[in-house]
């Protein structure tokens, strides 16, 4: 009885053994499968699937729109502060111009005041006469325009006062601006050198899949 329940026993673990190398073998073979499907893919150059790889792609490409349009962004509030200060240089120029229209006008009326006093001492008769009078009309016309170009100078200079009161805090701010745009720049064109590397196709290594095969 004793050497019969033995048997049992005996029979009860070999069968156990050889569920345990079926489940064993079952397994290699599935693992031999995937190995050879992998080596046909990489000796047929066939990309190798990454679930994470397009999340990440789409991450990249969202990131690089958002890039873009802090770009555009900056460079709209760039070109805005340019503006602005080239009014203020513009103006300058302006009061410039306008300045030495004034320095020819004075230059103008102290020559025909010199000429009127010449002529004022000379004999009178009809000529004299006609050429003070003409004279003396010039000084008065170029007064009045004396009279309006100061004028003008002076809205410009307290337009130009005004200007160049906001112009440090806007040559501090495009600084800034051309700062932040070079930093933008960095960050996008790092996006798109990690978009370009990993919108790349995978293949699978082929002798480290045969290497796999064989260990099978």
């Given at each position: 009885?004793?050497?019969?329940?033995?048997?049992?026993?005996?029979?009860?673990?070999?069968?156990?053994?050889?569920?345990?190398?079926?489940?064993?073998?079952?397994?290699?073979?599935?693992?031999?499968?995937?190995?050879?499907?992998?080596?046909?893919?990489?000796?047929?150059?066939?990309?190798?699937?990454?679930?994470?790889?397009?999340?990440?792609?789409?991450?990249?490409?969202?990131?690089?729109?958002?890039?873009?349009?802090?770009?555009?962004?900056?460079?709209?509030?760039?070109?805005?502060?340019?503006?602005?200060?080239?009014?203020?240089?513009?103006?300058?120029?302006?009061i410039e111009h306008l300045q030495?229209?004034?320095?020819?006008?004075?230059?103008?009326?102290?020559?025909?005041?010199?000429?009127?006093?010449?002529?004022?001492?000379?004999?009178?008769?009809?000529?004299?006469?006609?050429?003070?009078?003409?004279?003396?009309?010039?000084?008065?016309?170029?007064?009045?325009?004396?009279?309006?170009?100061?004028?003008?100078?002076?809205?410009?200079?307290?337009?130009?006062?005004?200007?160049?009161?906001?112009?440090?805090?806007?040559?501090?701010?495009?600084?800034?601006?051309?700062?932040?745009?070079?930093?933008?720049?960095?960050?996008l064109t790092a996006t798109q050198?990690?978009?370009?590397?990993?919108?790349?196709?995978?293949?699978q290594d082929v002798e480290s899949?045969?290497?796999?095969?064989?260990?099978?």
């Amino acid at each position: 009885m004793a050497e019969f329940n033995e048997q049992l026993r005996q029979i009860s673990a070999l069968r156990e053994k050889c569920r345990q190398c079926d489940e064993s073998l079952y397994r290699a073979r599935l693992r031999l499968k995937r190995t050879n499907q992998q080596l046909r893919r990489a000796d047929e150059k066939q990309t190798v699937l990454k679930p994470d790889r397009d999340r990440e792609l789409a991450a990249l490409r969202a990131q690089l729109a958002r890039l873009n349009a802090r770009l555009t962004a900056l460079r709209e509030e760039s070109e805005a502060v340019a503006r602005q200060l080239a009014q203020v240089n513009e103006q300058r120029r302006l009061i410039e111009h306008l300045q030495q229209n004034l320095a020819s006008i004075q230059n103008r009326i102290a020559a025909l005041r010199l000429h009127l006093a010449e002529l004022q001492q000379e004999p009178p008769n009809d000529e004299i006469t006609n050429q003070i009078r003409t004279t003396e009309a010039e000084l008065s016309r170029l007064a009045g325009v004396e009279s309006d170009v100061t004028a003008t100078i002076k809205t410009a200079s307290a337009t130009l006062h005004e200007l160049e009161a906001g112009e440090q805090g806007q040559q501090a701010q495009q600084q800034e601006l051309q700062r932040e745009t070079e930093t933008v720049r960095g960050e996008l064109t790092a996006t798109q050198g990690r978009l370009v590397e990993l919108s790349q196709p995978a293949f699978q290594d082929v002798e480290s899949v045969r290497s796999q095969s064989e260990e099978i």
